[in-house]
């Protein structure tokens, strides 16, 4: 038994979703939540999720990238999950409103063919069980106090997810060479910045590998988010947030006014 109480942490972060207000991160409280617990803490909002009749979609790794390290001030890989409710159409204009402190990171997006076992993954498993990768763009919106919290925090609240966006095209693996694949990230048209697939874990392949390390297998079909390839960018009524890739093409968030 853990000596934290991960259903009453579980419930004070769904309360804060659901409120879209923010709550003091849980280690200020509850020194003992490790990251056992703070996975735990995640499982079990993600179990609510699918007993309100939400289905599982795939994995997201988060702080993957170096450039997402130093923005937030920690400096270890983690995951969540993702489910059919976060998934955003790039069509729809987003209510800023309607989150509490929105950010938006572009990502290189891996939809699996087969299953991956994590105990045999390597970056040539990874692409051979890979249908196709594409564009995506990932909204972020932190439940904690000013978007700032420790790695068991972050995990607890099932890595700051809130929705994604995809782009249309999905290439087949072979078709690019996802390490180089570049990447300019554009705000209301002015280029913010710029980033390649290598930044995420020296190859994004590489970053499902360990996710797949991680949670044992992913099963064939998961949607997996690689991880943020630049600092995230905080959005505002009106903003349009494009990520154009080499390959994979372009995609684009756009928040009502
Ligand atoms: C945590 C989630 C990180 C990424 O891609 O690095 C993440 C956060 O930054 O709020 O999704
Ligand atoms: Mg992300």
Known sequence: MSAVDTQALADRLDAAERERRTIAMLTATEPGLDLAAAYEVQRVNHERRLAAGEIEVG???????????????????????????????????????????????????????????????????????????????????????????????????????????????????????????????RVNGEVVDTAAGAAVCGHPAQAVAWLAREVGSLPAGAIVLTGGLTAPVSLAPGDTVTASFTTVGSVSLRCAR
């Open 59 to 185: 994995y997201k790794l988060g702080l993957v990238s170096r450039a997402k390290q130093l923005a937030m001030g920690v400096e270890a890989p983690l995951w969540g999950r993702l489910t059919n409710a976060l998934i955003w159409d790039e069509d729809k204009p987003l209510d800023v409103s309607a989150l509490i402190h929105p950010r938006v990171e572009p990502e290189l997006v891996f939809v699996l063919g087969e299953a991956v076992d994590g105990a045999t993954a390597t970056i040539a498993s990874v692409l051979s069980a890979t249908r196709g990768v594409c564009a995506g763009l990932e909204l972020l919106d932190s439940r904690y106090e000013q978007f700032r919290f420790t790695l068991p925090d972050v995990i607890a609240d099932n890595a700051s997810a809130a929705g994604f966006v995809l782009g249309g095209r999905l290439l087949a693996p072979e078709q690019l060479d996802t390490q180089l694949e570049g990447m300019v990230l």
